[in-house]
C-alpha cells in the first residue's frame, strides 16, 4: 500500500525566487513499496516519462535505479491526476560494520532522484529531501539504539546543496575534500564499496576514497549537461573539478552521514 499526505508548505527556508510557487501550491507526497513501480507498469513509465529530458537512456537508466529500489517517493501537485513533479528512488534494508564493532547497523542509499523539467528551479525538490528526512527519523526510532547511516552519488553541485540544507555533517564536506581522512571514514567508505561492489581502496594509496570511477552507465542528455554546467559556474563548486569527477566517463563523487 501507499501512504498519502497533504502538507500545506510555509516557506522560510526557501530562496525568495520559489517563494511564489511554494506558497501558493499544496503538494501530494506519496510512497510505493517496490512492487508497485516495477516495469510494465503504468506508474514505471511515468519514472521513465519524467526521467527522458535529463538522461540519454532514460529506460535505461530509470530501470537500473528501479532494480536496486525497494521505496519510491513521489511529489504531485494536490490536484487530481496531476503529473509528478519529482521523484527520487531509496534502498532500505542494507547494513555496515563499523570499525572495531562487531554489531551492523543499518544504512539507506538515495539511489536516484529526479525532478520534471517543467518544474525544475522551483525549490520543490527540497520538500521532497525534507519528506524523505522524516521518513528516515521515523525508521531510525525502530532501532534507536543503533546509528543510521545515510548515503549517496552524484555529479552534480544542485543535489549537494540541497542535501546539506537537510542532513548536517556530510562526508566529505565541500570545502573540505582534500584532507586527510580518519581510519574510521576510510573503513566506512569501503564497507559502502563492498556493499555496492565497487573497488576496495587503500589508504596508502593516492587516491582520494570518495572518488568512484566509472560506476554509473547513465548520461545526461546534451541540455542537462548545459545546465549543469549553468550551475557550476554559479555557485562556483570547484569539487567536482579538482577531483576530476566527470560524469560521462560515469564518475560519482560518494557522500555519507550518520542520522
Excluded at 500545506?8 to 501530494?28: A, E, G
Excluded at 525544475?120 to 522524516?134: D, P, Q, R, S
Excluded at 528516515?136 to 525502530?142: A, L, P, S, Y
Aim: proline share 4%; aromatic share 14%.
Amino acid at each position: 500500500m501507499f501512504r498519502n499526505v497533504i502538507i500545506s508548505l510555509n516557506t522560510k527556508s526557501v530562496f525568495i525566487t520559489f517563494k511564489h510557487f511554494l506558497s501558493t501550491t499544496q503538494l501530494y507526497y506519496q510512497t510505493y513499496n517496490e512492487h508497485q513501480f516495477q516495469p510494465n507498469t503504468k506508474l514505471f513509465d511515468e519514472l521513465v516519462h519524467i526521467a527522458s529530458p535529463s538522461y540519454q537512456n532514460p529506460f535505461e537508466t530509470v530501470l537500473n535505479a528501479v532494480q536496486g529500489s525497494n521505496q519510491l517517493y513521489i511529489i504531485h501537485h494536490i490536484e487530481q491526476n496531476s503529473p509528478i513533479l519529482c521523484y527520487s528512488l531509496v534502498q532500505y534494508g542494507k547494513e555496515i560494520t563499523l570499525l572495531n564493532h562487531h554489531q551492523k547497523i543499518p544504512v539507506v542509499f538515495y539511489r536516484f532522484v529526479i525532478m520534471n523539467n517543467k518544474y525544475k528551479n522551483t525549490g520543490v525538490i527540497i520538500k521532497l529531501f525534507e519528506y524523505f528526512y522524516h521518513q528516515m527519523q521515523k525508521q531510525k526510532e525502530k532501532q534507536s539504539e543503533l546509528p543510521l547511516l545515510f548515503y549517496y552519488t552524484t555529479a552534480t553541485p544542485s543535489i549537494i546543496y540541497l542535501t546539506d540544507q537537510i542532513f548536517k555533517n556530510t562526508i566529505p564536506a565541500i570545502n573540505d575534500y582534500y584532507r586527510k581522512f580518519t581510519d574510521d571514514e576510510w573503513h566506512i567508505v569501503n564497507e559502502l564499496r563492498r556493499l555496492r561492489n565497487w573497488p576496495i581502496v587503500m589508504k596508502s594509496s593516492n587516491i582520494n576514497p570518495f572518488v568512484i570511477k566509472g560506476i554509473m552507465k547513465a548520461r545526461y542528455s546534451t541540455s542537462e549537461q548545459m545546465r549543469i554546467e549553468k550551475i557550476m559556474k554559479k555557485t562556483n563548486y570547484k569539487m567536482f573539478q579538482d577531483l576530476n569527477i566527470n560524469e560521462m566517463n560515469g564518475n560519482r563523487l560518494l557522500r555519507y552521514t550518520f542520522i
